[in-house]
């Protein structure tokens, strides 16, 4: 293995004072015997996350190690952008502060790289909850464009972190994560660098440790509000991929339509269930926006195509009415 190779460990940080040591002790153990920069964002917590890393840096004197400050909190998406665009390594690697890597991490999934110059290697992860723990298997891709449709998909698959990516897939071809979409941004930023990607392999070994018990995390609230919530950043994120392949994959883009739709659907169907008529309105609104031709793809036919158009048109009269009647 060659020591020439340098990787970026990327990561956000707000929030975390319980988790963060563990986070920057598992970077600074790392075997990789290569070069490697570990750049922290500070995204404007209001605990004392920043104090802890601050401490430990300069307890360690570990010139790898550096702090980039937020003026206000951003959210997730921006600071991921920050830290991306403040990389010089051949590589990144994405970390998230309430997180761990496992020791061996970089030095296998760059041998895993130079084995067969992949522009990604993804590796295993395991889930910690409260309860047990479970692992997470990266899926085998025979291209990559198996990763793009896995990718695209609603589940865990998407994330960002238990990977290396060749930096240049962000450089060369303008990719970030929409700033404000802060819930599974990842979602939207995976399958385009997968897609520019000329190889993309998986590597069957734990590299990454996965949080499940921070109360503070984006994706542990069960509120009402958080699913709200992240229902419009998934939604924002399905618009985002649809844009994209366009005019790249017909099979994305339809697979896409696909998703959207039931992913409106389930929306609509809680909506109703828990009388919140104005997201069920509002959700109805853009089920017709999809066509008739969407909806019967995920079974949408006949009394619910009916339904949907008349939920929209009595939407726009009540709409005409609050507008033009005083």
């Not at 995390?217 to 939604?235: N, T, V």
């Not at 909506?271 to 793809?297: S, V, W």
């Not at 036919?301 to 009540?318: D, K």
Request: aromatic share 10%.
């Amino acid at each position: 293995m060659t020591d020439d190779c340098l990787v970026s460990v990327l990561i956000p940080v707000y929030n975390v004072q319980d988790f963060i040591i563990r986070c920057l002790d598992s970077v600074v153990q790392q075997t990789y015997k290569g070069k490697m920069e570990c750049i922290l964002v500070d995204d404007c917590g209001t605990d004392d996350s920043m104090v802890l890393a601050e401490e430990w840096i300069a307890e360690k004197g570990d010139r790898r190690f550096r702090i980039l400050h937020h003026k206000t909190n951003r959210g997730l998406a921006a600071a991921r952008n920050t830290a991306v665009e403040a990389a010089s390594g051949d590589f990144v690697m994405h970390l998230d502060s309430d997180d761990w890597l496992e020791f061996d991490a970089i030095e296998q999934l760059i041998k895993k790289q130079q084995e067969t110059n992949a522009d990604i290697v993804s590796g295993n992860a395991v889930r910690h909850d409260v309860s047990n723990n479970s692992i997470l298997v990266e899926p085998e891709y025979a291209t990559k464009m198996e990763m793009v449709w896995k990718m695209i998909e609603l589940n865990i698959d998407h994330v960002i972190w238990r990977r290396l990516i060749r930096r240049s897939l962000y450089t060369d071809n303008s990719i970030n994560a929409v700033e404000g979409i802060n819930i599974g941004e990842d979602h939207h930023t995976l399958p385009k660098l997968a897609f520019y990607a000329k190889k993309c392999v998986r590597l069957d070994k734990v590299v990454y440790h996965y949080n499940c018990i921070n109360e503070n995390s984006y994706m542990h609230s069960i509120s009402r509000e958080a699913q709200i919530k992240r229902f419009h950043s998934d939604l924002a994120s399905i618009n985002i991929l649809l844009a994209f392949f366009h005019d790249k994959d017909e099979k994305s883009v339809k697979r896409l339509k696909e998703i959207k739709s039931f992913f409106l659907y389930r929306f609509v169907t809680d909506c109703y269930f828990k009388k919140e008529e104005r997201n069920y309105n509002d959700a109805m609104k853009m089920l017709y926006r999809m066509g008739d031709d969407c909806l019967t793809l995920v079974g949408l036919t006949g009394i619910w195509q009916r339904c949907i158009r008349r939920t929209y048109n009595r939407y726009r009269f009540y709409n005409f009415i609050k507008t033009h009647i005083k």
